[in-house]
């Protein structure tokens, strides 16, 4: 049986490209079609496979292809609040911030405060929820990473502190006032041309006053980032139902109005019997701890220098807002050998800059010199050691509380006299918010810890000199043992 061959005919209607083809007669009405053309790239082949065609052919060999409609399952960029609970060792601020810059993800704020030998930091990210799961998996990874969460969905508490310090004016200084009652906040300095204002609240609240105000011209502003913590649940399921439980065994029953507060036996300082029961984070002894301790070698400032000349120096930086210029400004405080005693990144007065305030021990020679190494950086703009000059400090501090009926008008009491703030409240803990200097800081801690601390969130210090030139070490007295 004798084959025809036909001459090449576009046979086939692709829809990348139309490829020659010829058709065989092989007898009795049978043909037969070779496709001569190249095979597709790669590319094209997974661009056509990742999208699902609808054919439909008419009797005129026309054919039409429809796309599908859009997937509603695709990932958005959202804003994520991190949680990650470590024991204090030397680098672990510039690994965890190395996990961010080596994924291209920019920390848009950090806050981290050290309770003791253990720190709670709470980094803010924006991202899809996908690549943050991995970066939480890689976090989970690094030594002395106790616990990672990403709490961006659950209830919670969330809080932060800003400094500003505007013009002011005797023609505009009544508005500025009237507007710093409205929102809550605090003058902490004033000078002829200038008032410096504490306020705290959430991000959005920052956001505000920060427009309010921005028409009085805005000289420097200093913020915390965010901390948070999550908010405390009724009843048995709770994550601190149990601690709780074990500090005030009355809370087992139905508790009336004359019952007796059971006062807990145990504080932060020592052995807790409750410590290994899974809490999310427990009360533990602190005494089998490694003692090589970075983030805060003295849990304080030390003000006063020591016999070496130690001193705490304040270190104020603005910086690019790129990612991994975090992961820089550390690397080259820890690979000098210089402990970090607390650590405060947000946004500064000027659009795409950043400010990290640091406190750094050393003597004044070689902070000195640190200083000379960060002018170097290429995404550092600007940065000042503070130390020998008046300036207004703050920190915030959100801790929480296990209590009882009776125990929680005793803890309020105490409260009120520290100014601290209840922002929220369960039938066994209770959550306040406190803002001031270290020495503040401790003395509260250290009132509250026969009570039971379930947990503490804690910034680092941010620092604005003061117009007005006050130096207010003189005016602390005292300092408390640390």
């Not at 959430?202 to 980032?225: C, H, W, Y």
Request: hydrophobic share 40%; net charge neutral.
């Amino acid at each position: 049986m004798a084959a025809s061959l036909s001459s090449p005919l576009p046979c086939s209607t692709s829809l990348i490209t139309q490829k020659p083809c010829f058709r065989v007669d092989l007898g009795r009405g049978f043909l037969k079609s070779f496709d001569l053309g190249h095979q597709r790239p790669p590319k094209l082949r997974s661009l056509e496979s990742s999208k699902e065609l609808v054919v439909s052919a008419s009797s005129n060999n026309a054919v039409s292809v429809t796309d599908p409609a859009p997937s509603l399952t695709r990932s958005k960029v959202k804003r994520h609040t991190i949680s990650v609970f470590v024991g204090d060792e030397s680098g672990i601020i510039n690994r965890i911030a190395g996990v961010f810059a080596r994924r291209g993800y920019n920390i848009e704020s950090l806050a981290v405060g050290l309770n003791k030998d253990r720190a709670l930091f709470t980094i803010v990210v924006s991202g899809t929820e996908n690549v943050l799961r991995q970066v939480v998996e890689q976090l989970n990874k690094l030594v002395n990473v106790i616990k990672v969460e990403d709490i961006s969905r659950e209830p919670q508490v969330e809080r932060e502190l800003m400094l500003i310090k505007l013009n002011a004016d005797p023609s505009n200084r009544a508005e500025i006032i009237w507007l710093v009652d409205i929102f809550r906040a605090k003058i902490v300095d004033i000078s002829e041309h200038s008032l410096t204002i504490e306020v705290t609240g959430d991000p959005g609240k920052m956001v505000a006053v920060q427009r309010n105000l921005s028409k009085f011209g805005i000289k420097e502003l200093a913020r915390t980032g965010k901390i948070a913590l999550r908010r405390e649940k009724m009843g048995e399921t709770a994550p601190f139902w149990r601690f709780s439980a074990a500090s005030y065994p009355d809370l087992e029953r139905t508790m009336s109005d004359d019952e007796v507060a059971v006062k807990p036996n145990h504080s932060a300082n020592g052995a807790a019997s409750i410590a290994s029961q899974g809490d999310v984070y427990p009360v533990e002894p602190y005494d089998d701890f490694p003692s090589n301790q970075v983030l805060d070698a003295h849990w304080g400032v030390l003000y006063d220098e020591d016999s070496s000349g130690i001193q705490s120096h304040t270190l104020c930086m603005l910086v690019n807002d790129v990612p991994g210029v975090l992961n820089i400004v550390t690397g080259v405080i820890s690979r000098r050998g210089y402990n970090i005693q607390s650590l405060a990144v947000g946004p500064s007065e000027k659009e795409g800059l950043s400010r990290i305030t640091t406190v750094v021990p050393g003597t004044d020679d070689s902070i000195t010199k640190l200083v000379q190494q960060l002018r170097k950086l290429i995404d550092l703009h600007e940065v000042w050691d503070i130390t020998h000059l008046p300036f207004a400090e703050r920190e915030l501090m959100l801790i929480k509380i296990a209590v009882n009926a009776t125990a929680r008008r005793d803890v309020l009491d105490i409260a009120g006299i520290f100014r601290a703030k209840a922002v929220d409240v369960s039938d066994h803990t209770i959550t306040l918010e406190l803002t001031g200097d270290l020495y503040k800081m401790v003395a509260l801690q250290k009132l509250l810890e026969p009570y039971g601390l379930c947990e503490v969130a804690r910034t680092g210090r941010v620092a604005l000199e003061r117009g007005s030139g006050v130096d207010s070490t003189s005016l602390r007295g005292y300092p408390l043992p640390l």
